[in-house]
């Protein structure tokens, strides 16, 4: 029978349980986090670009409910873990030794391109629109904007994502390789 799931052709035909193996051991370390406080339609979009990139664990904070179908089914490959409040979230991070890195173009933020994004970091992404809680903005260790040049004040939510989580592979994993 004909593996019709959305995988690389290496994975058809394999048992979720093993392709999750088989990823893990390929952990290079980046973990993201999803404020969630509105169920936003961008969260299925940021898991799809998480998968892509290797991510292996992210952490949604807030509301447990969020809408999956926009991830393709690739929550199934990744590690999701629900924490109920921001400061659950920064203790667990805390204790963890990770900075905490949120992408956001608010006040006070440094520009991408002036950043070196740390090894053992989580990126934490808010909600399309209302961005991330002053209670996240306040925890974090640096707050991040993508600079962008044409006349709309920000870009989508999954796309910032996408951008972020690339920039710190060219930077901690890509970089590491050449």
Known sequence: MEDKRNVIDKFKGRSEAEIMKDLDAKDHGLVIALENTERDFNM??????????????????????????GAMMTDKYLHITYLATTE????????????????????????MSQMSLPKHAVLVFGQEGPGISAELANAADQIVA???FGS?????????????MYCWLQQNVLAENN
């Open 146 to 148: 993508i600079e962008q």
């Open 152 to 164: 709309t004040r920000s870009i989508n939510v999954g796309a910032a994502a996408t951008v972020a």
């Open 88 to 111: 659950e979230f920064v203790e667990k991070m805390r204790n963890e030794g990770r900075k905490i890195i949120a992408i956001d173009n608010i006040e006070g933020s440094v520009n």
């Open 44 to 69: 299925g979009t940021i898991v799809r670009s998480a998968n892509a990139f290797g991510v292996r664990q992210i952490y949604v904070i807030g509301r447990r409910q969020w809408n999956k179908r």
